[in-house]
């Protein structure tokens, strides 16, 4: 059952922050470093604000003694008292609001809560690159705050940006969708906005954030797999071209400040211990500026349970020497001397991890004292109404309309004075929060929502969501018989899918269906099936039931999901969300291994492939599905139909012209993709009488892939109605239109791209080969 805080308890809680806010005062926390009132420390050189970073973190580590240095590399970081360096908790939570998740952020006192927004999954059905990063900036506005009244860390371990592979993982909640595109703009957009812009070099950080869980990790508790033993088998190409790509975009587009690798092996080695992903391509490809940090207690996992050492110690050098610089666990702690003793990693090797590390902190400001840029946030600007309103605006632009027959939405106050409003998450609020999430400022509850607009009766209908008996079944039709209209607000919670529980199937839990049925054919009004819901869920009868007029996907919808629901219900918002998943058919999981990383489908052992650009079989609703209440229409301006791709100089272009003769594709790395810039005009016309959004969904079917279908650019844009915008895309072919071979080389085939403007339009663009000389 959720937890439900009454609007009395949301108006203390408010209340109690004020207090706190008049009570407070900006050096509540002493500084991490270098405080002005120690006069042992305050002069030393890694005190002085002044000189280059990098010259202050060789200071520092020169003074430290071994026994120091490996104290410092573990997430609850111990004090150096004799040089003025405080104790640090690295471990902080911030997926979608701050969160005390972690160790690092605790609630009460003059922070009682946070903004909670919507889940990820739900905000990611936006396609709405500008509100993700203004969620980053409120987010961390709220952090810093809470850092400075001592409640929180610096160092948030956020977001999650794996790919959501099998519709069955308990964190698909926490994840931007299936397609890397779109995942990986979700990255860069919020881990900007958190860092406030902190880029290359050794610029400042607002907060730092961490993109994880690096890589190839989507699987936590199935059929006897765990993610502990878990030997994730994956193909170069499936690397390049789907799970490595959010990551990449993390460090080399966002400058995210932290990567954390993952559990899981891969190809048989761990993560954590593999150079080549993490020293090889993470710091020496990608050129992260940052910290690289395992999953708690991850290098307590390779060896306790996967094996993969023969000796503790050689588990920590492994993982140091395979570029790992901070362990969230005790386990570097406790087994780095022995390792360090017996020559199996060296002391040079530890300063580089510190290196990264302590950098990262002093970027933060953390060697700075009392004083920077954010010193003055505290309470008052946590849970202020303009974050609120972030909230909502939030919530209602990640609702998805799937389904409106003879437009049965929006309602209306006047026609649909009464409402019945029935379901186990009918009154949800801790449901619509989801994983990762701290204490929100307040709840608003569909019932409470939808009570704004109309007068409501209310039947639970279900004891849960597990629904596990009828006996409530009864009282929920007589609702629906004498109500206007009836909103049935269905679903999942966090005992059904979350972290270490992932699901068996796709069908709604226990009796759910059949009270949607039932209580559908006895309703004497429009019936609209709201449903809560990280991953995806077969409801294929409702779909198909002309009883059941409109169908919404809410995933978890924030703090203020109620209101976002009931919002869109009466036409106050108009939907424009969009799936960021496909929704598959309950079969779909009966016949494909959760284990089973691969992502294109082979069908000469039954393997239909994964995610809409792979797989081609039935959906219930597919990737990208969503409807508004007014109608748009979209028109191609510009857009080239030719572009020559230039080859390297002239010494080899006899080696590329042969190349291309036998493979028609041009290596990336072979052209100048500078050049390579395309430039796309779509006109967006509102054609119906409502104001609203659209999202322009561009995709690319490269040539000889005719079953492939690739989301290379999107847009979201607001038309008024009778209006119309003009919608422009930037791609790159390198970038976009490049496609991984089986050795992961990305290649830009020669010949007709498709273009599609989503489902509407298309267009071709012909790439050719120009042998032009090109000066490298």
Same mark, same amino acid.
């Given at each position: 059952?959720?937890?439900?805080?009454s609007?009395s308890t949301?108006?203390?809680?408010?209340?109690? =922050?004020?207090?706190h806010?008049?009570?407070?005062s900006?050096?509540s926390?002493?500084?991490?470093?270098?405080?002005?009132?120690?006069a042992?420390?305050?002069?030393l050189?890694?005190?002085?604000?002044? =000189?280059?970073?990098?010259?202050?973190v060789?200071?520092?580590i020169?003074?430290?003694?071994? /026994?120091?240095?490996i104290?410092?590399?573990?997430?609850?970081?111990?004090? !150096?008292?004799?040089?003025?360096v405080?104790?640090?908790?690295?471990?902080?939570?911030?997926?979608?609001?701050?969160?005390?998740t972690?160790?690092?952020?605790k609630?009460?006192g003059?922070?009682?809560?946070?903004?909670?927004?919507?889940?990820?999954?739900?905000?990611a059905?936006?396609?709405?690159?500008?509100?993700?990063?203004?969620?980053?900036?409120?987010?961390?506005?709220?952090?810093?705050?809470?850092?400075?009244?001592?409640?929180?860390?610096?160092?948030f371990?956020?977001?999650?940006?794996?790919?959501l592979?099998?519709?069955?993982w308990?964190?698909?909640?926490?994840?931007?969708?299936?397609?890397?595109?779109?995942?990986?703009?979700?990255?860069?957009?919020y881990v900007?906005?958190?860092?406030?812009?902190?880029?290359?070099?050794?610029t400042?950080?607002?907060?730092?954030?961490?993109?994880?869980?690096?890589?190839?990790?989507d699987?936590d508790?199935?059929?006897?797999?765990?993610?502990?033993?878990f030997?994730?088998?994956?193909?170069m190409?499936?690397?390049?071209?789907?799970?490595?790509?959010?990551?990449k975009?993390?460090?080399?587009?966002?400058?995210?400040?932290?990567?954390m690798?993952?559990?899981?092996?891969?190809n048989g080695?761990?993560?954590?211990?593999?150079?080549t992903?993490?020293?090889?391509?993470?710091r020496?490809?990608?050129?992260?500026?940052?910290?690289i940090?395992?999953?708690?207690?991850?290098? $307590?996992v390779?060896?306790? #349970?996967?094996?993969?050492t023969?000796?503790?110690?050689?588990?920590?050098?492994?993982?140091?020497?395979? $570029?790992?610089?901070?362990?969230?666990?005790?386990?570097?702690?406790?087994?780095?001397?022995?390792?360090?003793?017996?020559?199996?990693?060296?002391e040079?090797?530890?300063?580089y991890?510190?290196?990264?590390?302590i950098?990262?902190q #002093?970027?933060?400001? #953390?060697?700075?004292?009392?004083?920077?840029?954010?010193?003055?946030?505290?309470?008052?600007?946590?849970?202020?109404?303009?974050?609120?309103?972030?909230?909502? /605006?939030a919530a209602?632009?990640?609702?998805?309309?799937?389904?409106?027959i003879?437009?049965?939405?929006?309602?209306?106050?006047?026609?649909?004075?009464?409402?019945? !409003?029935?379901?186990?998450?009918s009154?949800?609020?801790?449901?619509?929060?989801?994983?990762y999430?701290?204490?929100?400022c $307040?709840y608003?509850?569909?019932?409470q929502?939808?009570?704004?607009?109309?007068?409501?009766?209310?039947?639970?209908?279900c004891?849960?969501?597990?629904?596990?008996?009828?006996q409530?079944?009864?009282?929920?039709?007589?609702?629906?018989?004498?109500?206007?209209?009836t909103?049935?607000? #269905?679903?999942?919670?966090?005992?059904?899918?979350?972290?270490?529980?992932d699901r068996?199937?796709?069908?709604?839990?226990?009796?759910? /269906?059949?009270l949607?049925?039932?209580?559908?054919?006895?309703?004497?009004?429009?019936?609209?099936?709201?449903?809560?819901?990280?991953?995806?869920?077969?409801?294929t009868?409702?779909?198909?039931?002309?009883?059941?007029?409109?169908?919404?996907?809410?995933?978890?919808?924030g703090?203020?999901g109620?209101?976002?629901?009931?919002?869109v219900?009466?036409?106050?918002?108009?939907?424009?969300?969009?799936?960021?998943?496909?929704?598959?058919?309950?079969?779909?999981?009966?016949?494909?291994s959760?284990?089973?990383?691969?992502?294109?489908?082979?069908?000469?052992?039954?393997?239909?492939g994964r995610?809409?650009?792979?797989?081609k079989?039935?959906?219930?609703?597919?990737?990208?599905?969503?409807?508004s209440?007014?109608?748009f229409?979209?028109?191609?301006?510009?857009?080239?139909?030719?572009?020559?791709?230039?080859?390297?100089?002239?010494?080899?272009?006899?080696?590329?012209?042969?190349?291309?003769?036998?493979k028609k594709?041009?290596?990336?790395?072979h052209?100048?993709?500078?050049?390579?810039d395309?430039?796309?005009?779509i006109?967006?016309?509102?054609?119906?009488?409502?104001?609203g959004?659209?999202t322009?969904?561009?995709?690319?079917?490269?040539?000889?892939?005719?079953?492939?279908?690739q989301?290379?650019?999107f847009?979201?844009?607001?038309?008024v109605?009778?209006?119309?915008?003009?919608?422009?895309i930037?791609?790159?072919?390198c970038k976009?239109?490049?496609v991984?071979?089986?050795? $992961?080389?990305?290649?830009?085939?020669?010949?007709e791209?498709?273009?599609?403007?989503?489902?509407?339009?298309?267009?071709?663009?012909?790439?050719?080969?120009?042998?032009?000389?090109?000066?490298?």
């Amino acid at each position: 059952m959720s937890q439900k805080y009454s609007s009395s308890t949301c108006f203390i809680l408010r209340f109690i =922050l004020v207090l706190h806010t008049f009570a407070y005062s900006g050096d509540s926390r002493r500084p991490f470093a270098c405080d002005p009132a120690n006069a042992g420390t305050r002069n030393l050189r890694f005190c002085k604000a002044s =000189l280059p970073i990098h010259v202050r973190v060789q200071d520092l580590i020169g003074r430290l003694t071994l /026994q120091e240095k490996i104290r410092l590399l573990v997430n609850n970081a111990a004090p !150096v008292e004799r040089l003025g360096v405080n104790g640090y908790e690295w471990w902080s939570e911030a997926l979608h609001g701050v969160s005390n998740t972690g160790p690092g952020v605790k609630f009460g006192g003059a922070f009682p809560g946070a903004t909670i927004f919507p889940q990820v999954i739900t905000t990611a059905a936006s396609f709405n690159a500008s509100l993700w990063e203004q969620i980053g900036r409120v987010v961390s506005d709220e952090g810093r705050a809470m850092y400075n009244g001592g409640a929180a860390g610096l160092t948030f371990w956020s977001p999650n940006v794996n790919i959501l592979r099998d519709p069955r993982w308990g964190r698909s909640q926490e994840t931007p969708g299936e397609d890397p595109h779109l995942v990986a703009q979700y990255a860069v957009s919020y881990v900007k906005g958190l860092q406030g812009g902190g880029g290359s070099g050794n610029t400042r950080l607002k907060v730092a954030a961490c993109c994880k869980h690096y890589t190839a990790y989507d699987l936590d508790d199935w059929n006897g797999y765990d993610r502990y033993h878990f030997n994730a088998k994956v193909s170069m190409q499936d690397l390049e071209d789907t799970y490595n790509v959010p990551f990449k975009a993390c460090v080399v587009e966002g400058n995210v400040a932290s990567v954390m690798c993952s559990y899981n092996q891969i190809n048989g080695k761990p993560s954590c211990a593999d150079p080549t992903l993490l020293r090889d391509t993470i710091r020496a490809q990608w050129h992260l500026n940052g910290y690289i940090v395992s999953d708690c207690d991850s290098v $307590g996992v390779l060896f306790d #349970m996967q094996h993969y050492t023969r000796f503790p110690e050689d588990a920590a050098a492994d993982t140091i020497k395979a $570029g790992l610089d901070l362990d969230c666990g005790p386990f570097l702690a406790i087994h780095t001397e022995q390792a360090v003793r017996t020559g199996k990693v060296s002391e040079l090797e530890i300063n580089y991890a510190l290196a990264n590390t302590i950098t990262v902190q #002093m970027r933060l400001g #953390m060697f700075d004292g009392p004083n920077g840029p954010y010193a003055n946030l505290g309470p008052r600007d946590v849970c202020t109404p303009a974050h609120q309103q972030l909230a909502l /605006q939030a919530a209602r632009e990640g609702i998805v309309l799937l389904k409106n027959i003879g437009r049965a939405l929006p309602l209306s106050p006047q026609r649909h004075r009464t409402v019945a !409003v029935i379901g186990p998450n009918s009154d949800a609020t801790l449901t619509m929060i989801g994983n990762y999430a701290g204490v929100p400022c $307040g709840y608003i509850s569909p019932l409470q929502g939808i009570s704004r607009y109309a007068r409501t009766v209310h039947q639970q209908g279900c004891m849960g969501v597990t629904c596990p008996g009828k006996q409530q079944f009864g009282l929920a039709e007589v609702a629906a018989r004498h109500a206007d209209a009836t909103v049935l607000v #269905m679903g999942l919670d966090q005992s059904i899918e979350a972290e270490a529980r992932d699901r068996v199937s796709l069908l709604l839990p226990g009796y759910q /269906q059949e009270l949607i049925s039932r209580v559908a054919m006895a309703s004497r009004g429009p019936v609209v099936l709201v449903l809560m819901s990280g991953g995806p869920i077969d409801v294929t009868f409702a779909k198909n039931d002309p009883r059941v007029s409109a169908i919404l996907w809410a995933g978890y919808p924030g703090q203020a999901g109620g209101a976002a629901i009931a919002d869109v219900l009466f036409g106050t918002a108009n939907p424009g969300g969009k799936l960021p998943m496909t929704w598959y058919p309950q079969d779909y999981v009966a016949k494909v291994s959760m284990a089973n990383m691969d992502m294109r489908a082979n069908p000469t052992r039954g393997y239909p492939g994964r995610t809409y650009r792979f797989y081609k079989g039935p959906t219930v609703f597919p990737f990208g599905a969503g409807f508004s209440y007014t109608r748009f229409s979209q028109h191609l301006v510009s857009v080239p139909s030719t572009v020559s791709v230039p080859t390297l100089h002239s010494h080899l272009v006899t080696n590329i012209t042969t190349t291309l003769m036998k493979k028609k594709a041009v290596r990336t790395i072979h052209t100048n993709c500078e050049s390579l810039d395309l430039n796309m005009h779509i006109d967006v016309k509102n054609m119906g009488d409502m104001d609203g959004t659209h999202t322009v969904l561009i995709f690319s079917t490269p040539p000889d892939h005719a079953e492939t279908k690739q989301l290379v650019a999107f847009e979201k844009v607001h038309v008024v109605a009778g209006s119309k915008q003009k919608v422009k895309i930037n791609m790159n072919a390198c970038k976009h239109l490049s496609v991984a071979d089986e050795y $992961g080389v990305r290649r830009i085939y020669m010949g007709e791209h498709k273009i599609h403007v989503g489902d509407d339009l298309k267009h071709s663009i012909t790439f050719q080969p120009s042998l032009e000389e090109i000066k490298v």
